[in-house]
Nanobody, 118 residues
Framework: QVQLVESGGGLVQPGGSLRLSCAISVCSSSFNAMEFVGWFRQAPGKERELVACITGGGTLNYADSVKGRFTISRDNAKNTVYLQMNSLNPEDTAVYYC?????????WGKGTLVTVSS
């Protein structure tokens, strides 16, 4: 059973930074073969939206709202995907979810809450 476990959320002041982690419980070969891995977020009363992703070919994509502030990366040795978030503002407040597609099956984590407030 593939599991995605997010961590690193919390309360941060505007202008601050957080790093989210997504640990994916698969063997290394499956992690390396991921067709897609990304971070989504859902703010209260809004639809879930894609924040950043890495395609199977290694292309990085970002939502316009986070370009230049957020960075997605992966550590193949740790089977972990990260989202470095800088210059956070209150509009970034949301539950952040990790998503991965492995051998045509899609998996979601349970999410981690990020609150940006003074």
């Amino acid at each position: 059973q593939v599991q995605l476990v997010e961590s690193g959320g919390g309360l941060v002041q505007p202008g601050g930074s957080l790093r989210l982690s997504c640990a994916i419980s698969v063997c290394s070969s499956s992690f390396n073969a991921m067709e897609f891995v990304g971070w989504f977020r859902q703010a209260p009363g809004k639809e879930r939206e894609l924040v950043a992703c890495i395609t199977g070919g290694g292309t990085l994509n970002y939502a316009d709202s986070v370009k230049g502030r957020f960075t997605i990366s992966r550590d193949n040795a740790k089977n972990t995907v990260y989202l470095q978030m800088n210059s956070l503002n209150p509009e970034d407040t949301a539950v952040y979810y990790c998503n991965a597609r492995i051998y045509s099956a899609t998996y979601w984590g349970k999410g981690t809450l990020v609150t940006v407030s003074s």
